[in-house]
C-alpha cells in the first residue's frame, strides 16, 4: 500500500524532472537555437547566403553594432544605460577624420589615438555624472546624445569629411590574414571583454555592482569606481566603432550613428542580458547581434520589404525578454 | 477510514482544511503533503524549519501558486484559488515577511489601497480615509500616524500598518508569516493584543514563526511540517518547547546549547564616542579576544546604524576607533575588511547577497584579490575555498553553481557567514544574524559564532530576541534612543533587566 | 520617434543670427544646435531700419541646408545689412517647426522664408503666420497648399527623379537590370523623386528593375545593402539608381570593394554633394545638382520685394545665371523654378571651384 505512491510519484518526478531541465535548457539557449533555425532558413531560402563572401559581408556589416553591443553589455550589468553612443560615434569619427582628410594627413595611428581619447572622455562624462553626481543614467545619456551631436555639428560645421587618407581607410577596407580589418576588431573585442567579465576580479565586481548595488557597497566594493569605468569604457568603443564606421563609409557624416543605440541595447537584450542588470554576458550578446545582422542580410538577399524586417526586430526583443522572465520564474 | 476522519472534521467551527497538497518546481518536490485543519477563534501555529516547505503552502492557500493535486475547504465547501484576490475576496488575508508598502504613500493610503473610500465616484475622500485609518489604528491601539507616508515608518511599524490592512479587510482567515521577525519586543506586545482581539472576534490565524516562546504564548494550536511533509498536529498545551524543537528537527540535532568560552583579555577593538546625528551618540565600548558582545535594544535605540558606521558603510560624525593600541580609520566597508572586520548586515537580501548569482561567486566576492594573479581569478583555488565553506557551514547546495535565490532562508544567511570567513576575519559584526531562519540553521550559526570567538576572535551580535543575547553572548551593551544606558555580563542579568534597560 | 528627436528638447528658439555668420564660421553650427542664438538689433550702423526674415528650414545635419545657408550669407543685401536673418532649426521633427513658427510670430519677423520638414504639416504653421500678416516666401520644398505663399522658389523635384533615371538608363543604352535605393519612405523628396525615376522607367521596356528598397537617406545603410544586393544578384545588376548622393556614394564603396567598373556601371545620385562632385570626377557616378545658392538668394530677393515694394530690384545675380530658364519678370510671378543642373565631366571642375570658393 504504502510503497505504490512512492514508486508513482518517483516516476512523476523524473518525468517533470526532464520537462524541466529541456525547458531550461531552452530558456537558456533558446536564443542560440533561434539563431541556428535563421540561418538554416536563410541557407534553403537563399542559394547565395552560405558563400564564404555572403558570411564576410554578414560579419563586416554586424561588427559596428558588435563593438557597441559589446561595451553596452558591461553598462547594462551594471543595471545601467548608454543612449548617447551613437553621438559619440559620429564626434570621434569626425575627429579621427578631420585629423587624416585633406593633403596633409596626419599619421593614422595618432588620429585612431586621438578619437578614442574623446570617445573615453565623453564616457568619462557620463560616468562622473551617473556614479557620483547620482543622476539617473537614462537621463545623463539622454542629454549626453544632445549635448555630444551638438559638438559634433561645431566641430563638422555640419558637413561631412572625405577624402580620407588610404592608411586610415584600411580600418575599415582592409583585411588582416583574409579577414576584415573591421571584423578582426569586432572579434577581438568581444574575446577580450568575455575574458575579462567571465575570468576577472574586475568583470565580478561589474556583476556585483549590477546584482545588488546595496551589497556590492558591502563587500567593500567601489561600486561608484566600477560604474564610473563602464561608461568610460563604453566611451572607447563606441570611438572604436566610430574611426570603424568612419573608414568603412570612407567619410565622416555629422548624422551618422543617429539611433545606433537602440540596435545596441537590442542585440544585448536578444542576447538575454537582464535591463535590471547582473545577469548576463558577452557570448549571448554577439548572438544577438548575428541575429540583427542576419535578419537584415536575409531579408535584403530574399528581396522582401525592410517593413518586416523592422517587425521581426521587434518581435524578437519581445520574445527574448518573454524567455528571460520564464526563466526567472523558473528559478524562483 | 479517510471519509469517516473527513466527515467528523468538518464540524461547526472548522473555517479551513486542505489535505494532500503537493507542489513541485522543475522537477523537485517542494511538498508532497501539505495538510491543516483551522478553527474560528484560534491561533494556529504552522511550524518546520526552513525547506519543510511552509512557504509553498501558505502561497498556494493564498492562491500564489497553483497546487499540483490536493484538495482545500473554505466554510466547508471545496475551494482552489486563481489569484491572491480571489483568495483576498473569500476572506483569506496574509501578512507576509516581505512586506510590500508604497513608501511614498501615506499610511492612511497604503491601508485602503485598492479600496479607496471614493467621492462622486472617481476621486479620492481623503478625508474620509484618514478619519476611518485613525479609528481603526486607534482601536488596535498602534501608535501610528495615518497621515506620515510609509517612508517615515520603521520597519515594525510598517508591520503595524499591514496588520491593520490585513484586519480591516475583515477576513475570516489571516495567515501571519514571521509577523515579528522585523519587529521589537514592545512592537510584539501591542500585535499579541491585536491577535487576542481578532481571536475573540471568531477569526482563524495561521501563525509561523521561528521564534518559539512566542508560540507558547500566542497560538492554541500546531501543526508542524518537515522535509515537505505533514508531521503532526495538536494543542499546545499538550506539548513542550523540546519536543516541539525534536518534531521540527526531526530529532536529528541534540539539544548543544554552546555557552561560549570564558574571554580572553586582550583588547581588538575599541571604540571611543562614536556619533552620528539623529541616530547613536557617544558610543564607548570594548571587543575582547574570544568574547562575543551582545547589542540589545528596541527598534529604532540606533544599534544597526553603529554598527552600520563601525563597518564604513554610513560615515561617523566623531568618534575614535583603536585597533590593537593604534588608531584606524575606517570610511568605507572596503577599509573595514582591510582591518580585519567583516560584517552581516540585517537584511540578507537587500544588502548582502547577489540573489541571481551562484553561491560560488557570492561566497568568494570578498576574496577575490587573494584569489587571482594579476587580476585573473584561478577557478580552481576559488572552487577549492568555496567547497571547504559549503562543507564547514553545511550548506545545503545542489551545485555550487546553483543560484543563490533558490536557497532557503537559513541556508542563504550561511552563504553570508562563509563570505565573511573567506577574508580572514578577526572581528565578525553580525545584525539578527538568526532573523526569520530555522532552528536547525540557527543553532549551527550560533555554534560557529562560540567556535569563531574561541579561536581568539570577536563577536559583536545585535539581536531583537532576549534569549539568544542571553544564550549565546559574554556580555551585552543596551542601547535606547541612541545612547548606551547599560553594559553587563550576561551571567549577572534577567530578561527582565535586560527588557527594563532597554525600554 | 527617435530618440535623437526626444533629446533635443523642442525649444522655439532661433538658432542662428546672420551677423554672427559672417564673422565666426565655426559658431555657426554650434549656436544651430544648442539654440543659444540671438537676434541682432533692428538697426543697423546708419540708422536705417532692417528687414528681419526668419528662416524655419528642415534640419540643419542635411549639407544641403548647410549649403542653403552659405548661399543666403552672401546675398548682398545680407552682407550690405539692408536685411538679417535668423535660421530656425527644424531638426528633422514637424513639431519642432510649428513650435518655431509660434516664437517667431510673437517676435513679429517682418517675413518667413519656409522649408517645411513635412508638406503637410507645414500648412498649420504657415495658416497661423499669414493670419498673423507675416509674408510666407518658399524655398525648396513646396507646401502642400500653394495659396499661402507670396511666392516660391524651388526645384522640382519630379524633374530630378527623371533626371537621375535617364542619367543611368542612356549610359545602358536603354537596356539592362537597376536596382533602386530609395530615400525615408514617405518623405516628400522620397515621394517626388520616386514618381520621376517611375516615369522614365515605364518609357523603358527593357530596363529590368532587380530591387528597389529604402535605405532611408543613409550612406552606410545604403552600402550593407548594396553589399547583400551584390551577393544575391551578383554581376547581373548593370546600374544603380539613388534617391540622393548620400546612397549612391555607399553603393559605390559596395561596388568598389567588388572590383566592379564603374564605365559600364553607371551609378546616378541627386543633390551634388561635394562628395559626389568629387565622385563624378573620378568617373564614378553622374549626379544632378539642386542649386541651393540660387534657392536661397532668389527667396531672399523676393522676401525684400515684398517688403520694400514694386521699387526693389533684385540684388542677387542669380537671375542672370539661367538664361532663358530663370528670370526675375519684377518679382510678380508666384512659382519660381531653378533648374536642375546635370553634373557632367565637362562642368564638374567649375562647380567645384564654386563649392570650395562658397
Known sequence: MMSTPTKQMGRAGARSRTLGSLGQLFARYGIVIALGLIVLALSVLSDNFLTSGNLTNVLRQVSINGILAVGMTFVILT???????????????????????????????????????????????????????????????????????????????????????????????????????????????????????????????????????????????????????????????????????????????????????????????????????????????????????????????????????QVIKGLMIVAAVLIDKARHADAA | MNVARHEVMSGSDLLLKAEGIQKSYGGVLALHDGRIELCAGTVHALCGGNGAGKSTFLNILMGLEAPDSGRIWLNGSETRFASPASALAAGIAIITQELSPVPDMTVAENIFLGRESRRAGWFVNQTVMRRKAAELLERLNFAVDPRVKMRRLSLGQIQLVEIAKAIDQRSSVLIMDEPTSAIGDKETAVLFDAIRQLKSAGVGIIYVSHRLSELFSIADEY???????????????????????????????????????????????????????????????????????????????????????????????????????????????????????????????????????????????????????????????????????????????????????????????????????????????????????????????HAFLAEFAAQGNAVLMISSEVQEILASCNRVVVFRHGRQVAESPVTRITPERLLHWAS | MRLEELATTRSPKPAVTSSLLTRRQILKAGLAVTGLGFVSGCRNQSGKSVHRIAVPLQGMTAEFMQLWVRGAQAHPAIKNGLATFTVFDGRMDALTQANQFDTIITRRYDAIIFIPVDVQAGVGPATQAKAAGIPVIGSNTLLADRSLYV????????????????????????????????????????????????????????????????????????????????????????????????????????????GIDFATHPVGGIDGLTDALEAVKRGEMSTTLQDANAQAQGSIDLALKVLIGPSYKPMSDIWNQYPGQLSWDDGKKTEYLVPWTPVTGENVDRLLAIRRAG
Open chain 3, 151 to 258: 511666392s516660391y522658389i524651388g526645384s522640382e523635384s519630379v524633374i530630378s527623379g527623371e533626371y537621375v533615371a535617364h542619367g543611368v538608363i542612356d549610359r545602358l543604352g536603354g537596356k539592362g537590370n537597376v536596382v533602386v535605393l530609395e530615400g525615408l519612405i514617405g518623405q516628400s523628396a522620397q515621394v517626388e523623386r520616386r514618381q520621376g525615376i517611375n516615369k522614365v522607367l515605364a518609357r523603358s521596356p527593357n530596363i529590368k528593375v532587380l530591387e528597389t528598397k529604402s535605405a532611408n537617406w543613409s550612406r552606410a545603410e545604403a552600402q550593407s545593402l548594396m553589399e547583400n544586393w551584390l551577393t544575391s544578384h551578383g554581376n547581373t545588376i548593370n546600374g544603380v539608381i539613388s534617391h540622393n548622393d548620400e546612397m549612391a556614394l555607399g553603393a559605390i564603396e559596395a561596388m568598389k570593394a567588388r
Open chain 2, 223 to 445: 501543526t508542524v511540517f518537515r522535509d515537505g511533509g505533514f508531521v503532526r498536529t495538536g494543542l499546545m498545551k499538550d506539548i513542550d518547547r523540546d519536543e516541539l524543537i525534536r518534531l521540527i528537527v526531526g530529532g536529528s540535532l541534540i539539544d548543544q546549547q554552546c555557552a561560549a568560552t570564558e574571554p580572553e583579555k586582550a583588547t581588538l577593538l575599541e571604540v571611543q564616542g562614536y556619533s552620528r546625528a539623529g541616530e547613536f551618540e557617544d558610543i564607548n565600548l570594548s571587543l575582547k579576544s574570544g568574547e562575543i558582545v551582545g547589542l540589545y535594544g528596541l527598534m529604532g535605540a540606533g544599534r544597526s546604524e553603529f554598527a552600520s558606521s563601525l563597518y564604513g558603510i554610513s560615515r561617523r560624525n566623531r568618534g575614535r576607533l583603536v585597533m590593537d593600541g593604534a588608531e584606524v580609520e575606517i570610511n568605507s566597508p572596503g577599509d573595514a575588511l582591510k582591518f580585519r572586520i567583516a560584517m552581516i548586515t540585517e537584511d540578507r537580501k537587500a544588502s548582502g547577497l547577489f540573489l541571481s548569482q551562484s553561491v560560488r561567486k557570492n561566497i568568494s566576492l570578498t576574496s577575490l584579490s587573494s584569489l587571482s594573479r594579476r587580476s585573473f581569478i584561478n577557478e580552481r583555488k576559488e572552487k577549492a575555498v568555496v567547497q571547504r565553506m559549503i562543507e564547514r557551514f553545511h550548506i545545503k547546495v545542489r551545485t555550487r553553481d546553483q543560484p543563490v535565490r533558490q536557497l532557503s532562508g537559513g541556508n542563504q544567511q550561511k552563504v553570508l557567514f562563509a563570505r565573511s570567513l573567506t577574508t580572514s576575519p578577526r572581528i565578525l559584526i553580525c545584525d539578527e544574524p538568526t532573523r526569520g531562519i530555522d532552528e536547525g540553521a540557527k543553532r549551527e550559526i
Open chain 1, 79 to 309: 543595471g545601467g544605460i548608454d543612449l548617447s553612443i551613437g553621438s559619440v560615434l559620429a564626434l570621434t569619427g569626425m575627429v579621427g577624420a578631420s585629423l587624416v582628410a585633406g593633403s596633409k594627413p596626419h599619421s593614422p595611428i595618432l588620429a585612431i589615438l586621438a578619437a578614442l581619447a574623446v570617445g573615453v572622455v565623453a564616457g568619462a562624462c557620463s560616468g562622473i555624472f551617473i556614479a557620483w553626481v547620482r543622476l539617473p543614467a537614462f537621463v545623463v545619456t539622454l542629454g549626453m546624445l544632445s549635448a555630444v551631436r551638438g559638438l559634433t555639428l561645431i566641430y563638422s560645421q555640419g558637413m561631412p569629411i572625405s577624402n580620407l587618407s588610404s592608411g586610415f581607410k584600411f580600418l575599415g577596407q582592409g583585411t588582416f590574414l583574409g579577414i576584415p580589418v573591421s571584423v578582426v576588431l569586432f572579434g577581438a573585442t568581444a574575446l577580450a571583454a568575455w575574458v575579462v567579465l567571465a575570468y576577472t576580479v574586475y568583470g565580478r565586481r561589474v556583476y556585483a555592482v549590477g546584482g545588488n548595488m546595496r551589497s556590492a557597497h558591502t563587500c567593500g566594493i567601489n561600486v561608484r569606481g566600477i560604474i564610473f569605468s563602464v561608461y568610460a569604457l563604453m566611451g572607447l568603443l563606441s570611438a572604436l566603432a566610430g574611426v570603424t564606421l568612419t573608414a568603412r563609409t570612407t567619410a565622416a557624416l555629422p548624422q551618422a550613428g543617429v539611433a545606433y543605440e537602440l540596435d545596441a541595447i537590442a542585440a544585448v537584450v536578444i542576447g538575454g542580458t537582464s535591463l535590471t542588470g547582473g545577469i548576463g554576458g558577452i557570448p549571448l550578446t554577439v548572438v544577438g547581434v548575428l541575429i540583427i545582422g542576419l535578419l537584415n542580410n536575409g531579408l535584403d538577399l530574399l528581396g522582401i520589404s525592410s517593413y518586416y524586417q
